[in-house]
């Protein structure tokens, strides 16, 4: 069946047709849930998060302009619930004596060095975007892992346009940081 669009659906769902969420839920679940992972660190807070966030999407519907599309508006609600959860819980921050030493090793153990170099890059990659905070993790998920523009980030988190773009700049500027120090550490301990 095709989807005819979240603002048909949510028309149904208004008119009391509220069968007709599942469709918008089967819709955006997927970087509902990628975004509150990125965010959390969890795989079951970015479920529970997810699960949380479609239920005030839903109680809230009446609230939803039409304005913006129901992605930002949808979006902006799971930033809101995972920072919120996230600054609930601030458990200790990993330290880079947390990262494998031997993950430098992908290149030694894969068959194909190109893909053990890809798989490295991207474990340095996950660890610095876990290192650095939430806020910031959000930033560069919405930007880098779900394409979106800084209009889009701004409404979606409620920051200006160009405070956006400083905070993904100090946020890219982090994460080099983190994996030089990485890098530096490995290269000391395989010599």
């Known amino acids: 069946m095709d989807y005819k ?59 939803f302009k039409m304005k913006s599309s129901f992605s930002t508006w949808l979006y902006r609600i799971v930033y809101n619930t995972a920072i919120s959860l996230v600054r609930t ?54 930007f880098y892992y779900e394409d979106l523009g800084i209009d889009e980030i701004s409404d979606i988190t409620a920051i200006s346009r160009s405070n956006v773009k400083v905070k993904l700049f100090r946020a890219r500027q982090k994460m080099i940081g983190i994996i030089e120090k990485i890098e530096k550490k490995n290269i000391i301990y395989h010599e």
Do not use: W
């Not at 893909?115 to 910031?136: H, P, T």
């Open 89 to 142: 819980r601030r458990t200790g921050v990993l330290s880079l004596e947390e990262f494998p030493v031997e993950a430098i090793d992908f290149i030694g153990t894969s068959q194909n060095e190109e893909d053990a170099e890809r798989e490295y890059r991207n474990s340095l990659v996950s660890f610095a975007l876990q290192k650095i905070g939430e806020e910031e993790r959000a930033l560069i998920t919405l």
């Open 5 to 63: 669009g979240d603002i048909f659906y949510l028309k149904q769902v208004l008119d009391g047709k509220t069968n007709a969420f599942t469709y918008i839920v089967d819709r955006h679940k997927d970087h509902a849930f990628n975004l509150a992972l990125r965010i959390c660190g969890n795989y079951e807070e970015a479920e529970e998060i997810t699960q949380d966030s479609f239920m005030k999407a839903y109680r809230s519907l009446g609230n």
